[in-house]
């Protein structure tokens, strides 16, 4: 008979076969003895200061990794703030593993102290959850849950486990593989259509290929490079899709839609083939697809079938994962020319911004240019949300390294913990986080996470005094009637870092720039301020 263990240790043990390094959580006495077994590993465990964060930071660390990544979070308020990040995970596919704490199993429908139904309120933007009722069939969960998290459509996955389910004595093996007779994602493309779309693009005048997020999900990023030289396709992307490729590359066009550039979307415009590789096609990126569909051919390739379709018609749907498609696709595909068409592209009217900023003010656009340039080819970009988004996406020149960002949920206060999970999880890289001032101040408290664990990440802050964003559409839509917009009464950012011991620079003309670009050159944690016009605009 073979010697019975805690589930909170099989738990630990899960983890462990799952080649998981490292956590991200905030405890309380419902996951207790969970922490306590991890106490006894050589996992790490860092403490965030916000729940929400530790699903931030598992979410950037799950994107450079890619692998599913785990935050922990207790019953009741620790389980519900959970919830944003959750579904700023759904939002853009990415594969964390939840695990909460719950209240003992007789006490769930109680109403007990700190308990919540975590799986239900979860339910609408969650790949799947369970709430564990028999502490033997914990290490079958940790598997189908890990399974789902990275396979198909990635996404969050959440476990909740009652405190006296994490006390229970069972006898433990972990799976070697999960077994799921309902679940079974479309890898391969199916081969007519792989064919459809070879004969379309050799037939096209004017293709072009828009690459998504979904190309990074499928670490594919090689193979969508090759695939846009062998067919020599100019190529745009998605928000989610940038850093697929170089700024500098000679076929990338930039990013589409109402915040993209006048290239991109004219190219989008007049191709004859639209080639959508690995992207949902969001609002924001094509926000009439009626007028796209008129004149010209959609070829759409996605893993998700319940995507081709939705937002926009696909002349030529091609289900499967991108990697794999792509592969079938240049197993076949003839070497073709399209410098007639790329030449066009670049002849189109480039977007250019010749306003002088204030005196003590500091453009944000060619500021991010500029900082593109000081910061090493393999630094990877976690922008927030809000104008800072914006500016990012259009100006900062990305290298080698990833863009990260919150795309589909749009939710503020992600960059600076996801900046530290990303950096946890390439500690030899750059990390960037990117905010604006009311972003930041949703999230500053992760400064003490990244002093406490070594992440040394770099935080620019792009300070207007507002909420930019919104205060540009009630100027514009409402009459220019600013209400709960003014940011005032913020700390100085830069006393701010100071007291986590971090060192700082405020950027108002270019003595105090090349000052802020010597200090991001250093091996440590920084704050940099960047003073902007209050009324400064997104584009």
């Given at each position: 008979?073979?010697?019975?263990?805690?589930?909170?240790?099989?738990?630990?043990?899960?983890?462990?076969?799952?080649?998981?390094?490292?956590?991200?959580?905030?405890?309380?006495?419902?996951?207790c003895?969970?922490?306590?077994?991890?106490?006894?590993?050589?996992?790490?465990?860092?403490?965030v200061?916000?729940?929400?964060?530790?699903?931030h930071?598992?979410?950037?660390?799950?994107?450079?990794?890619?692998?599913?990544?785990?935050?922990?979070?207790?019953?009741?308020?620790?389980?519900?703030?959970?919830?944003?990040?959750?579904a700023t995970?759904?939002?853009?596919?990415?594969?964390?593993?939840?695990?909460?704490?719950?209240?003992?199993?007789?006490?769930?429908?109680?109403?007990?102290?700190?308990?919540?139904?975590?799986?239900?309120?979860?339910?609408?933007?969650?790949?799947?959850?369970?709430?564990?009722?028999?502490?033997?069939?914990?290490?079958?969960?940790?598997?189908?849950?890990?399974?789902?998290?990275?396979?198909?459509?990635?996404?969050?996955?959440?476990?909740?486990?009652?405190?006296?389910?994490?006390?229970?004595?069972?006898?433990?093996?972990?799976?070697?593989s999960?077994?799921?007779?309902?679940?079974?994602?479309t890898?391969?493309?199916?081969?007519?259509?792989?064919?459809?779309v070879?004969?379309?693009?050799?037939?096209?005048?004017?293709?072009?290929?828009?690459?998504?997020?979904?190309?990074?999900?499928?670490?594919?990023?090689?193979?969508?490079?090759?695939?846009?030289?062998?067919?020599?396709?100019?190529?745009?992307?998605?928000?989610?899709?940038?850093?697929?490729?170089?700024?500098?590359?000679?076929?990338?066009?930039?990013?589409?839609?109402?915040?993209?550039?006048?290239?991109?979307?004219?190219?989008?415009?007049?191709?004859?083939?639209?080639?959508?590789?690995?992207?949902?096609?969001?609002?924001?990126?094509?926000?009439?697809?009626?007028?796209?569909?008129?004149?010209?051919?959609?070829?759409?390739?996605?893993?998700?079938?319940?995507?081709?379709?939705?937002?926009?018609?696909?002349?030529?749907?091609?289900?499967?994962?991108?990697?794999t498609?792509?592969?079938?696709?240049?197993?076949?595909?003839?070497?073709?020319?399209?410098?007639?068409?790329?030449?066009?592209?670049?002849?189109?009217?480039?977007?250019?911004?010749?306003?002088?900023?204030?005196?003590?003010?500091?453009?944000?656009?060619?500021?991010?240019?500029?900082?593109?340039?000081?910061?090493?080819?393999?630094?990877?970009?976690?922008?927030?949300?809000?104008?800072?988004?914006?500016?990012?996406?259009?100006?900062?020149?990305?290298?080698?390294?990833?863009?990260?960002?919150?795309?589909?949920?749009?939710?503020?206060?992600?960059?600076?913990?996801?900046?530290?999970?990303?950096?946890?999880?390439?500690?030899?890289?750059?990390?960037?986080?990117i905010?604006?001032?009311?972003?930041?101040?949703?999230?500053?408290m992760?400064?003490?996470?990244?002093?406490?664990?070594?992440?040394?990440?770099?935080v620019?802050?792009?300070?207007?005094?507002?909420?930019?964003?919104?205060?540009?559409?009630?100027?514009?839509?409402?009459g220019?009637?600013?209400?709960?917009?003014?940011?005032?009464?913020?700390?100085?950012?830069?006393?701010?870092?100071?007291?986590?011991?971090?060192n700082?620079?405020?950027?108002?003309?270019?003595?105090?720039?090349?000052?802020?670009?010597?200090?991001?050159?250093?091996?440590?944690?920084?704050?940099?301020?960047?003073v902007?016009?209050?009324?400064?605009?997104?584009?």
């Amino acid at each position: 008979m073979a010697e019975k263990i805690k589930v909170s240790e099989a738990m630990v043990e899960c983890l462990k076969a799952e080649g998981i390094k490292v956590v991200f959580g905030y405890p309380g006495a419902a996951i207790c003895p969970f922490y306590d077994e991890l106490y006894k590993s050589n996992i790490k465990s860092v403490l965030v200061r916000h729940e929400v964060n530790g699903g931030h930071a598992a979410n950037g660390y799950a994107r450079i990794s890619g692998k599913p990544a785990v935050c922990i979070a207790t019953s009741g308020p620790g389980a519900t703030n959970l919830l944003t990040a959750i579904a700023t995970a759904y939002a853009d596919s990415i594969p964390i593993v939840c695990i909460t704490g719950q209240v003992n199993s007789e006490q769930i429908g109680s109403d007990a102290f700190q308990e919540a139904d975590i799986t239900g309120s979860a339910a609408p933007f969650i790949k799947h959850t369970y709430l564990v009722k028999d502490g033997s069939m914990i290490g079958r969960i940790f598997k189908e849950a890990f399974y789902i998290a990275g396979s198909g459509r990635p996404g969050p996955v959440l476990i909740d486990v009652p405190m006296d389910v994490q006390n229970e004595m069972i006898e433990f093996s972990y799976p070697k593989s999960a077994v799921i007779r309902s679940y079974k994602p479309t890898s391969k493309g199916n081969a007519l259509q792989v064919k459809r779309v070879i004969k379309e693009i050799k037939d096209a005048k004017k293709p072009l290929l828009c690459v998504g997020g979904g190309v990074f999900l499928s670490n594919a990023k090689k193979e969508v490079r090759e695939l846009s030289e062998r067919f020599d396709l100019p190529v745009v992307s998605t928000m989610m899709g940038i850093s697929v490729f170089e700024s500098d590359d000679e076929r990338f066009f930039g990013m589409l839609g109402m915040h993209g550039s006048k290239t991109a979307n004219r190219a989008v415009s007049e191709c004859d083939v639209l080639l959508l590789v690995g992207a949902r096609v969001g609002d924001r990126a094509i926000s009439n697809p009626a007028i796209i569909e008129k004149n010209k051919r959609i070829i759409h390739i996605d893993i998700d079938p319940a995507e081709i379709g939705k937002n926009i018609t696909a002349d030529i749907p091609l289900v499967g994962d991108v990697k794999t498609v792509v592969l079938q696709i240049l197993k076949d595909a003839p070497k073709l020319s399209h410098s007639d068409w790329i030449s066009e592209i670049k002849g189109f009217d480039k977007q250019s911004d010749n306003k002088k900023s204030k005196e003590g003010k500091i453009d944000p656009k060619e500021f991010l240019s500029r900082l593109s340039e000081v910061m090493g080819e393999n630094t990877h970009v976690v922008a927030d949300v809000g104008q800072n988004q914006i500016w990012t996406a259009t100006h900062y020149k990305m290298k080698k390294g990833r863009f990260l960002t919150s795309g589909g949920m749009g939710t503020m206060g992600y960059a600076v913990p996801a900046a530290i999970g990303a950096k946890l999880a390439d500690e030899k890289s750059e990390v960037l986080a990117i905010c604006g001032d009311g972003s930041f101040q949703m999230s500053f408290m992760e400064l003490a996470t990244a002093v406490q664990h070594g992440a040394d990440i770099k935080v620019i802050v792009m300070k207007n005094n507002y909420l930019g964003m919104v205060r540009e559409v009630q100027d514009k839509a409402y009459g220019g009637r600013l209400i709960a917009v003014s940011l005032e009464g913020s700390p100085d950012f830069i006393k701010l870092a100071a007291a986590y011991g971090i060192n700082g620079v405020s950027v108002n003309d270019e003595k105090s720039m090349t000052e802020a670009f010597e200090l991001l050159k250093k091996n440590t944690p920084c704050v940099i301020e960047c003073v902007v016009d209050d009324f400064e605009s997104t584009l």
